[in-house]
């Protein structure tokens, strides 16, 4: 990979291309780029952003992609039948995966932290580039997630921080396997659920990923990364020394290396002391509010611990950790109505926000819109538990077709079949033709006291969405 290199980034705009096309402009590369939403008029302000960041931006027609001389970077989804793809085909330019590219970043770096897991992989990612960035250690940071630390009005997109190459901090992706291709240093896994592989598959892709790790930072709350931990600990006459060191944590159980006590939520945070296995405790504060968000802390802290950072430095930073967007954010309230936007789209996501938001009085008016038609037909049944345990008898969930922006897909179950099957467990799910029709429903529903929350991944203009619905609400 050459610093000076020409990479063409399809897709340039999504959550996982556009940091890596920022650091790789940083390097020194020549970047370009297309993004069929910035054709659609859709995003543009980060469009402008990235342009002003020096990525020169193309029509998605193949017309960017002109040389040999290039690199074209996609996604595994990324279908054939693309044209940039088609054009690197013809003009001879090289065409890889965007997980390649980073992982060969990656692992090039002396010190490299890996954060994986189904759910929390984005919060604890920032939570340790913010505690690094405290420390002084200019960490490069690659994020799935905007992290609201790094926001100025001159980088109003924080999802990539610059810093040496030497330490590179990374959230890690299992969704299409790629997850193989990383040998971090540090492995932090913090939880192990269904979500776009099977539960087996998942567990070789995260032990393997674990077993190429100096150090392990594994949850115990977890049944499915215990057992990694347990694995790990267990003598094996096979490992010759090559096993990772193991830092454990858990919000309950005081064999862990970081344990969670005196938990204290509020609204707008929370408080635990930060007990260490081995002696004392550490006050912490948390300005996100959750359980969910103490366990992210935590591994955030072990991580932190195996970089050389003190706990007690890394506690007194996560006072200041202002969060990542889309992850419970509130938009703003209007006429007693609070709006809140949110990035959870599996079951472990899910359960987290609403739990949260459960132990709050107020009714939560909800839209849900799963992010694709396959992890619909992969989850269909853990959503329908989730919602039917995790709804109140006064909550109403309302859902628009899954987001869907072009391919092949099987799209034979949708929102239809998922509101069915949820109505009938005795809760209140609606699905509606589109997200306009949910928009409606919503509005004609909340009263003062309420909570709506809009909930999805995979379309940032969800986040529009939600503060469209709250100017409305301001407006009446």
């Known amino acids: 990979m050459s610093r000076d290199g020409r990479y063409f980034f399809c897709g340039v705009g999504g959550s996982g291309m556009a940091p890596l096309a920022l650091i790789m402009g940083a390097r020194g590369a020549t970047v370009e780029g297309s993004d069929r939403s910035r054709d659609q008029g859709r995003n543009l302000e980060k469009f402008a952003f990235l342009e002003r960041s020096g990525v020169r931006l193309h029509p998605q027609d193949g017309s960017g992609v002109t040389s040999p001389e290039q690199t074209l970077v996609c996604s595994a989804a990324v279908e054939e039948t693309i044209p940039d793809v088609q054009a690197a085909r013809r003009v ?21 932290v890996g954060v994986a897991g189904t759910s929390g992989k984005s919060t604890v990612t920032a939570m340790i580039a913010w505690i690094l960035h405290r420390a002084g250690r200019e960490p490069t940071v690659m994020n799935g997630a905007e992290m609201k630390n790094f926001i100025t009005a001159d980088r109003p997109f924080a999802s990539a921080l610059v810093g040496r190459l030497g330490l590179f901090v990374s959230e890690v992706d299992e ?11 540090v492995a932090v896994v913090n939880n192990v659920a269904l979500d776009h592989k099977s539960v087996e598959e998942l567990r070789r892709l995260f032990a393997d990923f674990v077993g190429r790790a ?5 949850n115990l709350d977890n049944v499915e990364t215990r057992a990694v931990a347990d694995a790990l600990a267990a003598p094996s006459p096979a ?18 290396d970081l344990c969670a006590e005196d ?37 955030a802290v072990g991580a932190a611990q195996a970089c050389g950072v ?26 007693g109505v609070t709006v809140i936007d949110d990035f959870a789209h599996n079951p472990d996501k899910i359960t987290a926000t609403l739990e949260t938001l459960h132990a709050f009085p107020g009714r939560l008016l909800l839209m849900f819109q799963p992010h694709g038609y396959g992890p ?33 897909v099987d799209r034979s179950v949708g929102s ?13 799910a609606e699905a509606l033709p589109d997200r306009a029709a949910c928009g409606e429903r919503l509005l004609s529903l909340a009263r003062p006291g309420d909570r709506l929350v809009i909930m999805g991944a995979r379309d940032d203009t969800l986040s529009q969405f939600a503060a469209d619905l709250l100017a409305r609400l301001a407006g009446r």
């Open 214 to 218: 100096r150090t392990a930072v594994l």
């Open 376 to 408: 619909l037909r992969t989850m269909r049944e853990a959503f329908v538990d989730v919602f039917a345990d995790q709804l109140g008898q006064e909550d109403v969930l309302v859902m628009p077709e899954p987001v869907y922006f072009g391919g092949t």
């Open 263 to 299: 938990m204290a939520p509020a609204p707008d945070g929370v408080s635990f002391t930060l007990r260490l296995r081995a002696g004392g405790g550490v006050p912490v504060r948390l300005r996100t509010p959750g359980r969910h968000n103490v366990a992210n802390a935590l591994a």
């Open 310 to 335: 003190a706990a007690e430095e890394a506690a007194a930073a996560l006072a200041d950790f202002a969060g990542v967007r889309r992850r419970l954010e509130v938009v703003g309230s209007a006429g």
């Open 175 to 185: 969704s299409d396997g790629s997850i193989a291709l990383y040998r971090p240093t």
């Open 92 to 112: 001879g330019a090289a065409v890889r995966l965007r997980a390649e590219l980073l992982a060969e970043l990656f692992n090039a770096a002396p010190l490299s």
């Open 416 to 428: 239809r079949e998922l509101a069915a099957d949820i109505a009938a467990r005795g809760r209140r």
């Open 239 to 256: 490992d010759g020394g090559g096993s990772p060191g193991v830092v454990t944590y858990s919000l309950r159980s005081h064999e862990a």
